[in-house]
Each structure stands twice: as structure tokens, then as C-alpha cells.
């Protein structure tokens, strides 16, 4: 479908956060993707807010030809849960706001997925998610006849040795829609999935954060930017330098895999329980007797992935 034939055909859904817009930078000059569009959905902050991010996001890349659509409001079943306290009212706090000029595509973004997906060869899209699961949940609810066009889903979500965030059990994305993460987990469709055991190995710090802020342009000032604000929350939590730069390592997998080390394992989702709602039970070893249905990154070359990132920022 795409004239693209050795750049790989993704579609990113996600929920801007600081974190959320790094991982649009890295993927939005990437020589070696085609970003086919951008799905936002209800998250970090309301849909409103990620779907105002994601254009403001994509017009600053200077990539106003790629179009970007409005998810679902909220999870499946629960009432959103949205994280201000982290990434600040606007989610993206620490950039110069400015109204994008690019519009809003008038077709929904569950069924943009579809239409999209659709029209692919088997095998054809990546899917990156990096926010709660709902969209692409909905799109497989709606439409199981894309699955087989789904090469793979290459997702920021889960923790399971480094525990969770939004409670002792859960990390965000899942938590915020555990049953969506539950659809994804058992469609069959190989998952790469990028975690709190690897995203806490990749804490910013001060000297990061300077050696982005010289850089000679605008994406990499504003990068700088947000990195700042993004990391008060942990600086001031847990006395740590930085924050955690969770939703770029999918991008950054996608183009140097090598910077991640990563296992097979069957990784299920917990959707009743109040206390452990949203946890990832990983089983690296078998034991459930459930054949593997992700690989989990659990280690991750931290001078090599702040080295890809800043080196791709230079090149705005
Ligand atoms: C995830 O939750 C959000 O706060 C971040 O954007 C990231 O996707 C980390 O738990
Ligand atoms: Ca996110």
C-alpha cells in the first residue's frame, strides 16, 4: 500500500506526555519508518489535551503530512485515570505552547486503524502503542479481520521485577485500561513489550538533558524542555536526576534493536482484582504452561539509547 517498500509501515497511538512526545521525535525523521499516522487516546491527560499534543507535536517535527486522529475518550470499563501530577495540565508541559495548524481528521482513530489496516498486505503494519490500550483494543473488538495485517505490536506498558507505578502492582497504561490490555495480550499477533524493568534503566539527568538543550533546533530546545519539567516529578519523589524515558524505547527498538535485551515470555492481565487491577503476570519460566505471547525487555544499553536519541534530535 505504501511506495515506501523498505521503510517500515507504522502506526503510533499514544497519549502525550513529555515522554510520549520524545518517542514522536525519534520516530517522526526516521529514515527507516514510515509513520503512516498518529492515534491519540484518552491517558496521561484527556482526549482533548492528547489529540491537541499530538498535532502540536507533529507540526513542530514539521511532518504536517502526517495525519492525526482522535481516539476513544476513555477505557473500555473503567473511568479515565489521568496523570496532571507527572506530566503537568497540558501533559506536555515544559514546551512554548502554540495553536497547530494542522487539523484534526474527521474519521475516528479506532477506525482510521482499520481503514488503514485494511488496505495492508498480511504482515505489514507495526502498531505502537505508548499510552493505555483502548484504540487498538476497540480496533480488534470491532474489525478481527486486520489482525493478520498486523506484523507486530511494538507496546510501552507492564512491570514485573521493578513493580508497578501508579500502584505497588501496576504500571500506567495498563492500569489506566487493563481490560483493553487484556484483548492485546491474547490476540496472537507477535508483541514486543517495553516495560518498567527497562524504561528505570533509562533515567535522563542533568548532563543529558544539557547535551540535548545545545542543540541547534527547535524539536531539540523544546525535547530539552520537557525533559526538564519531566524530571522535577522524579527528582523531587525519589531524589533521582531525571525521569524515565518510557515510550521512546519502542522507537528506539524499532531502529537499533540491539540497544535491548529481551525474553520470551506469556505475559497475562489482571482485570478483576481491585487490588493488584492492572498488574502484568510475566512468566519467564514456564510455569504457567501458556506458550509465550511477548517478548519482554528486560535490560537496556543506556549509552547507546541517549546516544541514538540525541544523535536523531540533532538532525531536526
Ligand atoms: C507510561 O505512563 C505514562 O505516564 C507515560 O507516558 C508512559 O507511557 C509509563 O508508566
Ligand atoms: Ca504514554
Not at 62 to 85: H, I, N, S
Not at 136 to 162: T, Y
Not at 247 to 275: G, N, Q, R, Y
Not at 301 to 306: A, E, L, P, T
Request: glycine residues 8%; contains cysteine.
Amino acid at each position: 500500500m505504501s511506495n515506501s517498500t523498505h521503510r517500515l509501515s507504522v502506526i503510533i497511538d499514544c497519549d502525550p506526555g513529555q515522554d510520549d512526545a520524545l518517542m514522536l521525535f525519534l520516530a517522526l525523521n526516521a529514515p527507516e519508518l514510515d509513520v503512516l499516522g498518529v492515534v491519540a487516546c484518552g491517558g496521561n491527560v484527556p482526549l482533548a489535551r492528547t489529540e491537541l499534543n499530538c498535532r502540536i507535536l507533529v507540526e513542530m517535527a514539521g511532518r504536517t503530512d502526517v495525519p492525526v486522529y482522535a481516539g476513544c475518550v476513555g477505557p473500555m470499563v473503567e473511568q479515565l485515570f489521568t496523570a496532571e501530577y507527572l506530566h503537568g495540565e497540558t501533559g506536555i508541559d515544559g514546551i512554548d505552547f502554540f495553536e497547530p495548524s494542522i487539523p484534526k481528521q474527521d474519521m475516528h482513530g479506532v477506525d482510521f486503524i482499520i481503514e488503514t489496516l485494511r488496505k495492508a498486505e498480511d504482515d505489514e503494519i507495526t502498531l505502537v502503542p505508548t499510552g493505555p490500550l483502548t484504540n487498538i483494543a476497540m480496533a480488534l473488538r470491532k474489525a478481527p479481520d486486520i489482525l493478520p495485517k498486523i506484523k507486530q505490536i511494538v507496546l510501552m506498558g507492564g512491570a514485573s521485577f521493578e513493580a508497578g507505578n501508579v500502584t505497588p502492582s501496576a504500571e500506567f497504561n495498563i492500569y489506566v485500561d487493563p481490560h483493553a490490555a487484556d484483548i492485546v495480550m491474547r490476540c496472537g499477533r507477535p508483541i514486543v513489550m517495553f516495560g518498567l524493568d527497562v524504561t528505570h534503566q533509562l533515567m535522563t539527568n542533568p548532563c543529558i538533558v544539557e547535551n540535548i538543550s545545545v542543540l541547534d533546533n527547535k524539536v531539540a530546545h523544546a525535547s530539552a524542555g520537557m525533559l526538564d519539567f519531566f524530571g522535577q516529578y522524579d527528582a523531587a519523589k525519589y531524589s533521582a536526576e531525571g525521569g524515565p524515558l518510557h515510550d521512546p524505547c519502542t522507537i528506539a527498538w524499532l531502529l537499533e534493536p540491539e540497544i535491548f535485551e529481551l525474553k520470551p515470555c506469556h505475559v497475562a492481565i489482571e482485570t478483576t482484582s481491585e487490588l493488584t487491577r492492572g498488574h502484568t503476570a510475566v512468566d519467564f519460566w514456564g510455569v504457567t504452561g501458556n506458550e509465550p505471547n511477548a517478548l519482554w525487555a528486560h535490560e537496556a544499553n543506556r549509552d547507546r539509547f541517549f546516544g541514538l536519541l540525541t544523535e536523531r534530535l540533532a538532525l531536526y
